[in-house]
């Protein structure tokens, strides 16, 4: 196991209280049951009492489909509230491959826009335990190939194109950096948001189950599950990655960074001492998370800007 390299500190007083509030309200964790619709109704009561959206300034927003795999994938195209954008970023959203959707992760989108000055096409993949995988990284995989085919009705053609996403969305941002480099499509940046890189070490027995089945041992060790288990990483573009030292996939991050590093991959790592798992969801809560995931997002302005 390796040591953080910043400064562990209390966890956020806003975090915490929000965990207490939680507990005391006797609402059960989000994948308890393995139930897809049961969770993810469960996750849209709690995030409007707990960690409801930041009032943000929004551009223009407009909801269509692409065509997917397994049928028509539903996105949204989330403008910047002002300028000509830069770019064009894919956003992958968070949830265990079970949970999240266009709304639940609209704002994260929104932010990412404004604060990058980009088209933020939003990806709302095939959850699990309806689809098990590799819908999702499919799904993910199509996402990007039309947002490439299509860059003149989104950030404008010849500018920079990025992926990016939060948890399991990072884990999927890092599969379509990795789907674009064997497609030849040239990525300005990955934005990987506390991903899990790694699922064959997945602990939790719902999510494993709900994603893979029965097949688990197996499709785990597939680099579009895994991220850190391809050949190589040599040739992705440059990362960033964002993750606080009491995450439960700290060291999953730190690994990946440095298998990144390793491979010549231009990498930065930003480690949050006093932040937990899925800190990107709660900006509404505290001014010190809002400041980390905007300095996510200033850092990924200015590779694309590069």
């Known amino acids: 196991m390796t ?3 910043t400064p562990v500190t209390p966890l956020d007083p806003a975090i915490v209280d929000m965990q207490a509030r939680w507990k005391a309200s006797g609402i059960p964790d989000l994948y308890e049951g393995g139930n897809g619709p049961v969770s993810r109704e469960r996750a849209r009561n709690v995030r409007c009492v707990f960690y ?16 997917g ?3 028509d994938i539903p996105v949204r195209v989330v403008r910047p509230v002002a300028g000509e954008p830069i ?3 894919v956003y992958f959203h968070g949830g265990g491959w079970i949970l999240g959707d266009l709304d639940s992760h609209e704002a994260h989108a929104i932010r990412i826009a404004n604060r990058c000055g980009v088209v933020v096409l939003n990806v709302d993949y095939r959850l699990a335990p309806e689809h098990k995988f590799p819908a999702a990284p499919e799904d993910a995989a199509a996402a990007l190939e039309w947002a490439h085919a299509h860059l003149t009705e989104l950030g404008g053609a010849g500018k920079p194109l ?4 939060d948890s399991a969305g990072g884990n999927l941002a890092a599969v379509a950096a990795q789907h674009a480099r064997a497609m030849g499509i040239a990525l300005a940046a990955q934005l990987l948001i506390y991903p899990a890189t790694d699922l064959s070490g997945l602990g939790d027995p719902t999510i494993r189950g709900a994603y893979f089945g029965d097949q688990a041992d197996v499709q785990s060790l597939d680099p579009r599950a895994s991220p850190l288990k391809a050949d190589t990483l040599a040739g992705l573009a440059p990362a960033i990655m964002g993750v606080g030292v009491h995450d439960f996939l700290y060291q999953d991050n730190l690994a990946y960074a440095a298998a990144l590093k390793a491979a010549g991959v ?10 937990n798992h899925g800190f990107f969801s709660f900006t509404a809560i505290s001014k010190a998370i809002e400041a ?3 300095q996510l997002c200033d850092d990924l302005l200015a590779i694309m800007k590069a």
Request: net charge negative; aromatic share 2%.
């Open 69 to 71: 795999p397994g049928g």
């Open 292 to 294: 980390a995931s905007d």
């Open 87 to 89: 770019g064009t970023v």
């Open 266 to 275: 231009n990498t930065l790592l930003r480690e949050y001492g006093d932040l």
């Open 3 to 5: 040591a953080p390299t």
């Open 162 to 165: 990025a992926v990016a996403g």
């Open 52 to 67: 409801p959206k930041p009032p943000l300034p929004q551009g223009p927003i407009t909801s269509g489909s692409l065509p």
